[in-house]
């Protein structure tokens, strides 16, 4: 009996360690006001610092070199669940070499909020000109003075237009959408990410990249900017066959605390208190390798 309740102590102790890393106990408030603002999303990114989408950017990229000669703008989705990557691989595409020769323009829109056509265009006006006096008084302009800005804006101008994050499935919207920038330069194309496939379809999608999560087999090594992540408390290492040492990087992360690592060959071996790697984590207080709590010897 004291056996047992004392196996129960050790599993709330680390439940309670698991719970306060995750912040479980804070409530996050998704009131639709702050909600745009904390989705808001841009098109920078750091390309050294997306693992393992390479294969993914290379086939949309194809795509949009190679569209469907009767659909003019030719849309491709990105669709996956939410945190899967969606707007990370967005920025890859629309960053990647070929795309900028490829495209005369490419313009980001973060659609989180209302997907109203107006607002839309809107926003595709602000991000396609450089000018001012158009962006200050574009909230002052109908929808036909606006549709008619676009048509100045985009005219032999083949564009790559990215809507990120969008949500709305409703079919007349995006009928006008579709009809307001209907004349596009051929070749010109869309990308929207979206966590629904009612989304694409209402949005007449040509091509539809299901993102998926990738193998961490794929992985020779944990990212490079793992020590930028000062605040990072749980680490679980799992399945990652091809890393074989971790980087030295880690003994800056003294937030850190719990260590897991799981069904990799090399590492478990490797980070155990006579092992290689072992220094590299001592400062972590909760450590485990395939299931087994380590402590100091
Ligand atoms: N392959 C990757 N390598 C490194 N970091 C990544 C990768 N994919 C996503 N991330 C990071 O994970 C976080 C979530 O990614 P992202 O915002 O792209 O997800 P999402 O699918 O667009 O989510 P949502 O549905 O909420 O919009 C971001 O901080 C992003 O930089
Ligand atoms: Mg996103």
């Not at 799992?238 to 990799?264: E, F, H, N, W, Y």
Request: hydrophobic share 40%; with cysteine.
């Amino acid at each position: 009996m004291g056996h047992k309740i004392k196996k129960i102590r050790m599993r709330l102790n680390k439940i309670t360690v698991e719970k306060d890393a995750f912040n479980l106990n804070k409530q996050t408030n998704f009131s639709s006001g702050s909600r745009s603002i904390w989705r808001e999303t841009h098109s920078r990114v750091n390309v050294s610092e997306i693992i393992g989408r390479d294969r993914d950017r290379d086939m949309i990229v194809k795509r949009l070199l190679c569209p469907d000669a009767d659909k003019n703008p030719f849309i491709v989705s990105i669709v996956g669940i939410g945190g899967m990557g969606k707007t990370a691989l967005a920025k890859l595409v629309c960053n990647d070499e070929r795309v900028k020769l490829h495209f005369d323009s490419r313009i980001w829109v973060c659609a989180s909020e209302e997907f109203d056509p107006k607002i839309i265009l809107q926003k595709i006006i602000k991000s396609a000109t450089q000018e001012s006096t158009i962006v200050q008084s574009i909230h002052l302009l109908e929808l036909e003075q606006l549709q008619a800005k676009l048509q100045e804006l985009l005219q032999d101008n083949k564009f790559l237009l990215v809507l990120d994050d969008v949500w709305s499935n409703i079919r007349g919207q995006w009928r006008e959408l579709r009809d307001l920038l209907t004349g596009a330069t051929i070749g010109s194309s869309v990308i929207m990410t979206t966590r629904s496939s009612e989304v694409t379809s209402a949005g007449g999608s040509c091509y539809d990249h299901k993102l998926k999560g990738f193998s961490c087999q794929q992985l020779g090594e944990l990212p490079k900017w793992l020590h930028k992540l000062l605040r990072l408390k749980i680490l679980a290492i799992v399945g990652c066959d091809g890393i074989s040492t971790l980087p030295d990087g880690i003994q800056d992360l003294t937030a850190l605390k719990l260590l897991r690592i799981s069904d990799c060959s090399e590492l478990g071996g490797r980070c155990r208190p006579n092992g290689p790697d072992w220094h590299k984590i001592a400062h972590i207080p909760n450590i485990e390798i395939d299931g087994e709590q380590i402590v100091a010897s």
